[in-house]
């Protein structure tokens, strides 16, 4: 799986977009782009995941650049209860994928 | 529907003692994965299994690690001769199938005294 690099630490002010990169350069054409979220002690939480696209659903938009090589993860609202480490990973599409390659993500802090 | 669920959600043992984790995946997941996180690091992965076998059993640190998954569905992580540097976060993940999407369970919290 290709390593992703992200910016350790990140602020947004309650109520305003928080947005997360990630650089994934040596992405290969059969890796998704996933981002999850680990709150303080609790496993993590799985957000949203593209291809090629841009993808929305309830929680976020992911952003991916033409080239796939770098992509961004907005949180539209961000609250309080937003603030956790976001992780962005890529992963194999096809049978027994497997293990997903966690780096250390963004931790990101909501402030109001 | 009920996600990934593991038992015990905390463990403390002592330096020596076997230890044995439990992760109940969400119905129908044929892909299963632990892995460790370490107080302040990111997520290691451990071992895969699709179905009852473990194609990529790649991440157990050493042969006091095992695991073993029965009916396709419950797995059981097997830590014996715990020593000090085995406590971690202890997560189990599950998907559909290999390629799908992984959701996490709360993970087990172990600490070897």
């Known amino acids: 799986d290709a390593k992703t690099t992200q910016p350790p630490s990140m602020d947004c002010a309650e109520g305003r977009a928080a947005n997360l990169p990630c650089n994934h350069s040596?992405?290969?054409?059969?890796?998704?782009v996933y981002w999850y979220r680990q709150i303080h002690s609790q496993g993590p939480q799985y957000i949203i995941h593209?291809?090629?696209n841009n993808e929305t659903n309830e929680m976020a938009s992911l952003i991916i650049t033409e080239d796939r090589k770098s992509s961004t993860l907005i949180l539209p609202h961000a609250t309080l209860r937003d603030t956790a480490v976001y992780y962005c990973?890529?992963?194999?599409?096809?049978?027994?994928?497997?293990?997903?390659?966690f780096g250390d993500g963004t931790t990101l802090t909501v402030k109001p | 529907g009920a996600g990934v669920s593991q038992s015990p959600s905390n463990k403390v043992t002592e330096k020596g003692k076997d230890v044995e984790l439990r992760c109940d995946p969400i119905?129908?997941?044929?892909?299963l994965y632990w892995y460790r996180q370490s107080l302040g690091q990111g997520l290691e992965f451990l071992i895969y299994f699709q179905g009852n076998s473990a194609p990529d059993k790649s991440g157990l640190p050493s042969d006091r690690f095992s695991a073993e998954r029965t009916g396709g569905s419950v797995s059981t992580l097997t830590i014996q001769r715990t020593q000090q540097e085995d406590s971690a976060v202890y997560l189990c993940?599950?998907?559909?199938?290999?390629?799908?999407?992984?959701?996490f369970g709360p993970g087990t919290r172990l600490t070897v005294l």
């Open positions: 990973i890529v992963r194999v599409v096809g049978t027994n994928a497997g293990k997903s390659t």
């Open positions: 993940a599950s998907s559909k199938q290999g390629r799908d999407t992984q959701y």
């Open positions: 040596t992405i290969s054409g059969n890796e998704y």
């Open positions: 593209g291809l090629k």
């Open positions: 119905s129908g997941h044929t892909a």
